[in-house]
């Protein structure tokens, strides 16, 4: 698979063969910041508000910045360009470094649409990949901050929903004990 940020767990970096660590935990509340919020910019005050709350250090927006700059070398090389400087903050391009979070929404589309089309079986190869995204809980290694707390609730959403589109596309094959037991 090509280069991406894994959100449905512990946030990391997969590099296309396996997945790398995000250093520190405030390095990783940056990088939540801008995956929760991707494609849209993210203020550094918003940054620094994620890492450090009410209570910053005066040092705060250079950390930031030092952080954002150990974000982009722990990058594949392919996608360094993603995490690009904006006038006010920074901003994720999910175009060039997808997520986890983006596949899964993607495939629950298209399960959906094979469901809508009559392809259970389809909709039900779709869903095992999307359920496969999953490597625990969102975020799980990153500080419930407002904006990581609010992109759980929307990822907690998509879990029920692709599951329930699983079930569906059980019951579309006639496979209603599989789909009753869970």
Do not use: M, N
Request: charged share 20%; with cysteine; net charge neutral.
């Amino acid at each position: 698979p090509r280069p991406h940020l894994g959100a449905l767990g512990p946030l990391q970096v997969h590099d296309g063969s396996a997945w790398r660590t995000i250093g520190s935990p405030k390095r990783r509340a940056v990088l939540a910041a801008l995956v929760a919020r991707a494609p849209h910019p993210v203020s550094v005050e918003t940054l620094v508000r994620e890492v450090w709350g009410d209570a910053p250090p005066a040092s705060a927006r250079t950390q930031v910045h030092g952080y954002v700059l150990h974000l982009r070398r722990a990058l594949p090389a392919c996608a360094a360009d993603a995490l690009t400087t904006t006038t006010t903050g920074y901003a994720l391009d999910v175009a060039t470094l997808g997520t986890d979070a983006d596949r899964a929404e993607r495939g629950l589309v298209v399960a959906r649409t094979a469901l809508a089309a009559g392809d259970p079986v389809g909709a039900a190869q779709v869903v095992d990949g999307a359920r496969g995204l999953w490597r625990g809980d969102p975020f799980e290694d990153v500080v419930a901050t407002p904006v990581v707390r609010a992109r759980v609730e929307h990822l907690a959403e998509l879990r029920r929903e692709v599951e329930e589109t699983g079930f569906a596309a059980l019951l579309g094959q006639g496979l209603h004990a599989e789909a009753v037991g869970p």
